[in-house]
């Protein structure tokens, strides 16, 4: 298996543009997780989905971040508007057992607000 | 006070050290993690446990559920050992993590 995808690597924009980041899991994984790495707060977990439905979104920063799910092998996470406090990377992963499985990571998605 | 504590925050050995990277959480748990982030900023996860012990080549990890505390140690440690390790609290999918430890092992 590929691992968990993610795209872009990295995203450049300026403040005020929508910003989607993809994230395909590893086959058969049943749980995604999007989680958020910055310097100051480290990482965080944004928002987790079984079996394609969100399961908790409080962390969810605030409304400009949505996330969806809308089948087995493909997640969003958008941001709209984005703000240069979102510049961060952002981590999908991937696991059958949830809580009692391993997390598969992605690369992650470098992203930048100007 | 954070909920996952990591200690220390930075350690520098020599190569074939042995290395011991603590973890308190103050969280309930249904299991705890360590994950490596290398330097590259790849995210890799090294074990997954909520009792006991577990060993992977030369990595092993305990976990002190009364006390709430888990370690990482590396035997005979190698520079490619050198990473940012990440201790986090899963609370059935509520994870919290440490701020990380980073070891630099030197030749």
């Known amino acids: 298996d590929a691992g968990v995808i993610q795209s872009p690597r990295h995203e450049v924009t300026e403040m005020g543009q929508e910003v989607t980041l993809r994230c395909k899991p590893i086959?058969?994984?049943?749980?995604l997780f999007w989680y958020r790495q910055t310097m100051m707060r480290g990482l965080e977990l944004l928002i987790y989905f079984n079996n394609n439905v969100p399961i908790d979104d409080s962390g969810m920063p605030e409304d400009r971040f949505s996330a969806k799910m809308p089948n087995a092998s493909f997640s969003t996470l958008k941001i709209q508007p984005s703000e240069p406090r979102d510049s961060a990377v952002y981590f999908c992963?991937?696991?059958?057992?949830?809580?009692?499985?391993?997390?598969?990571f992605g690369p992650g998605t470098r992203l930048l607000v100007l | 006070k954070n909920e996952v504590e990591q200690s220390p925050q930075n350690l520098t050995a020599q190569e074939g050290e042995f290395i011991t990277i603590n973890c308190s959480y103050s969280?309930?748990?249904?299991?705890l993690h360590w994950l490596q982030q290398h330097p590259g900023g790849g995210i890799v996860s090294l074990f997954m446990l909520s009792s006991g012990k577990k060993k992977h080549g030369r990595l092993i990890a305990t976990i002190n559920i009364q006390e709430k505390h888990s370690s990482l140690h590396i035997t005979a440690s190698h520079p490619r050992d050198s990473a940012v390790y990440i201790c986090a609290a899963n609370n059935n999918n509520d994870m919290r993590f440490g701020a990380g430890t980073r070891l630099t092992v030197k030749p």
């Open positions: 086959s058969g994984h049943d749980y």
């Open positions: 969280v309930g748990i249904s299991a």
């Open positions: 992963a991937s696991s059958r057992l949830a809580s009692r499985g391993t997390q598969y």
